[in-house]
């Protein structure tokens, strides 16, 4: 399967048309932002580490049930998807207060929840993806109720199956953000990525973080911390 024309680039991706009107191949690159794209970088060999994570944790996902719009990888860098046509919604799971949980609610990050929170953005750059609940995405025509649904049972698998995993590997799963989309019968399936750029991940013993929080906050060996957790991650798969 080829790539057709561009059809979009992304801070951290870039998305090509096929032959195939139902699918897409997905380019991964080594471009960092964060703070909604005032800080740029790169962290060398990202794109490779996110690409093949994100493959292995969708197809261990699906195995457990949860459908993904992941199909083949084609090469280090690039992998073939479903089409979806994306829920604008950024969908978070936290197990652990870290990031704008800890800043929004005044308290320290580590904090373990007795059970995760769920918590949606609108995915829209321009508004900087501001907070919202399921009424204001229902208002807004965002999703249907059966789709919130539908997304929330499904984060909440993801969360129970990654947490389970990541634990087995030595690390501790804070929280992460993910995409659903709609496929052309309109099945709601997992989209986008899950990656050390869109988890928060410790390790169990130190709590050193090993994801993108350490580009976020200049704390220096980051293309370590990304080569740590996957080979954490090859060695509990094998
Ligand atoms: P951003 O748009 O936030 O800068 P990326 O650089 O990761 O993010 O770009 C990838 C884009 O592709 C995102 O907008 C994402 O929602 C979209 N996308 C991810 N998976 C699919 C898919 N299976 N079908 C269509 N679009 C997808
Ligand atoms: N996240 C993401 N993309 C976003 C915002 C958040 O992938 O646009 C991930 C982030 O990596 C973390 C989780 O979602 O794992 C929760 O992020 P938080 O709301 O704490 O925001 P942050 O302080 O990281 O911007």
Do not use: C
């Amino acid at each position: 399967m080829e790539k057709l024309q561009q059809l979009y680039e992304g801070k951290a991706k870039k998305v090509f048309a096929t032959d195939d009107p139902e699918k897409l191949i997905v380019e991964y690159k080594d471009d960092a932002t964060a703070f909604n794209g005032l800080k740029k970088g790169t962290i060398k060999g990202k794109g490779v580490i996110n690409n093949q994570m994100s493959n292995r944790l969708m197809a261990y996902l699906e195995k457990q049930g949860v459908p993904t719009h992941y199909i083949q990888e084609i090469n280090e860098r690039e992998t073939i998807v479903k089409k979806v046509s994306i829920v604008p919604l950024e969908v978070i799971v936290r197990n652990i207060s870290a990031g704008s949980f800890a800043k929004h609610y005044g308290v320290e990050e580590g904090i373990v929840f007795d059970q995760p929170t769920i918590e949606f953005s609108y995915k829209n750059d321009e508004l900087g993806d501001p907070l919202l609940n399921r009424y204001h995405a229902l208002a807004l025509k965002l999703a249907t109720a059966e789709e919130i649904d539908t997304i929330e049972k499904y984060a909440f698998k993801v969360n129970q199956v990654l947490k389970a995993f990541w634990l087995s590997a030595g690390v501790t799963l804070v929280d992460f953000k993910l995409e659903f989309g709609r496929l052309s019968d309109g099945t709601i399936v997992l989209a986008d990525e899950i990656s050390p750029d869109t988890s928060r991940l410790w390790d169990v013993k130190t709590h050193e973080k090993l994801d993108k929080d350490r580009f976020r906050r200049d704390m220096g060996g980051v293309e370590e911390a990304y080569a740590e957790i996957m080979k954490r991650m090859e060695a509990t798969l094998a």
